[in-house]
C-alpha cells in the first residue's frame, strides 16, 4: 500500500469554518484568470502588472466590464481600477510554478506550460465561460500606452489633490 501521509502523521482533522473562501478570491481562480488575460489580451510583447490588475477588476462584474469597455473605446477617460492583492499573490504562484516569466523590460510572459495550462482553460468551455467572452471582447485593444497614460495623469493630476 502506498503512503499518502508523512512519516510523523497519523491522521488528518478537517475543521468546519464558518465561511467558505469566495471563488473570486481562491488562488487557483485568480491563477487562471491571470493565464486567460495573458493569453487573450497579452499577445505579443507581455503583459504588466497593471494591465492585468485592470482587466481583473473589468472581470468582476457586468458594471466594470462595461467601465472598462468604455474606457478602451475612448468614451471615459478615466476607469476605475481596484488593485486586488489576490492578484499579487498569484502572479507570484503562477511565477513559482513557472507558468509566467518576467522580461528585462518588467512585463511578464507566459511560459510554454502556461500557455499549455490556458488551452486546457480554453477547451473547457463550460470553465470561466463568461470571463472568456469578456477577454475575446477585450482583445488587445488595451495597450501598455494607454495604461501608462492614465497613470501619467494620475501623477499628475492627483498630486494637486
Known sequence: MN?????????IRMVKRPVAVPYNYRI??????IVLIMAKCCINKGCS?????MISSGLSSKDEFDRLR?????????????????????????LAEKLLFKQGNGLFRLT??????????EIDEP????????L??????????????????????DVQN
Not at 112 to 121: I, M, R, V, W
Not at 136 to 157: C, G, H, P, Q, Y
Request: hydrophobic letters at 40%.
Open 3 to 11: 503512503v499518502l501521509l508523512p512519516e510523523n502523521i497519523d491522521k
Open 28 to 33: 487557483m481562480y485568480k491563477l487562471a484568470q
Open 49 to 53: 502588472m497593471q494591465k492585468v490588475q
Open 70 to 94: 468604455s474606457f478602451i473605446e475612448g468614451k471615459m477617460q478615466y476607469p476605475i481600477i481596484r488593485y486586488d492583492p489576490s492578484i499579487n499573490r498569484a502572479i507570484v504562484y503562477a
Open 112 to 121: 510554454p506550460k502556461g500557455k499549455e495550462f490556458a488551452s486546457a482553460l
Open 127 to 134: 470553465i470561466m465561460a463568461l470571463e472568456k467572452d469578456y
Open 136 to 157: 475575446r471582447e477585450i482583445s488587445n485593444r488595451l495597450t501598455e500606452d494607454k495604461i501608462k497614460s492614465v497613470i501619467a495623469d494620475w501623477r499628475t493630476f
